[in-house]
């Protein structure tokens, strides 16, 4: 079974403060991992995956798989980074997203 | 980009009564599509697979005879929930994946809200 663990519901840092929204996922095979963001009266929408290796609006999220991890991290939070974050997972071969219970970021000025 | 509407983005309706929630990819044709239910506070839950011209993957626990899922043409799937009741208030969501860019990235409609008196 496909399991999403966000242990954070809620994360406040200081503008300009390092920040880490933490994941963990359970999964027997080989997952696809994604970040989706979730700003104020806006739609879900991908931030990140990690197939792609990409840096978004500063945000970065590397597999570890020893770890059974995907932690999305930021050195210098902004004030419009204020959203809640989801973390997903997938499997390589199938398309149904698991998702994690999401962190609500704030990042104070 | 993507994009995936849905209709109505707001909907009451009297306990007892079906409501039918409409979800479109605009600029992309989309074999599957997916419903999701979020409550207040709480993470987005997979309720169905919906697949173009083929019956529905329902996940464990939800009633399909309760939740009708029609997905009759490349661009168009609805989301029906007969004799509703105020336990049946939520959040709806659905998204869509693009056949065409060979990923598994979802795109997501704005929702639904769907309040049951």
């Known amino acids: 079974a496909q399991r999403v663990t966000q242990p954070e519901k809620l994360l406040s840092v200081f503008k300009g403060a390092p920040v880490e929204l933490k994941c963990n996922y359970s999964?027997?095979?080989?997952?696809?991992l994604f970040w989706y963001v979730q700003y104020s009266r806006q739609r879900l929408q991908l931030l990140l995956r990690h197939i792609s290796r990409e840096s978004i609006k500063g945000f970065t999220a590397d597999l570890n798989k020893g770890e059974t991890s995907f932690h999305l991290k930021k050195p210098f939070a902004q004030e419009e980074d204020s959203a809640m974050y989801y973390c997903?997972?997938?499997?390589?071969?199938?398309?149904?997203?698991?998702f994690g219970e999401g962190t609500q970021l704030t990042v104070n000025p | 980009g993507a994009v995936v509407s849905q209709h109505p983005s707001w909907v009451i309706c009297k306990s007892g009564t079906s409501v039918k929630i409409e979800c479109r990819s605009l600029?992309?044709?989309?074999?599957?599509m997916f419903w999701y239910r979020q409550f207040p506070k709480q993470s987005l839950m997979l309720m169905a697979t919906?697949?173009?011209?083929?019956?529905?993957?329902?996940e464990q626990g939800v009633e399909k005879d309760k939740f009708l899922i029609n997905h009759a043409s490349l661009t168009l799937s609805t989301l029906t929930v007969t004799s509703a009741h105020p336990e049946d208030s939520s959040f709806y969501i659905c998204?869509?994946?693009?056949?065409?860019?060979?990923?598994?990235?979802?795109?997501f409609g704005p929702g639904t809200r769907l309040t049951v008196l």
């Open positions: 999964y027997s095979g080989s997952p696809e």
């Open positions: 600029d992309f044709q989309a074999t599957t």
């Open positions: 997903a997972l997938s499997s390589t071969s199938g398309s149904r997203l698991t």
């Open positions: 998204s869509a994946r693009d056949p065409l860019q060979g990923n598994n990235e979802q795109f």
């Open positions: 919906s697949n173009e011209g083929s019956k529905a993957t329902y």
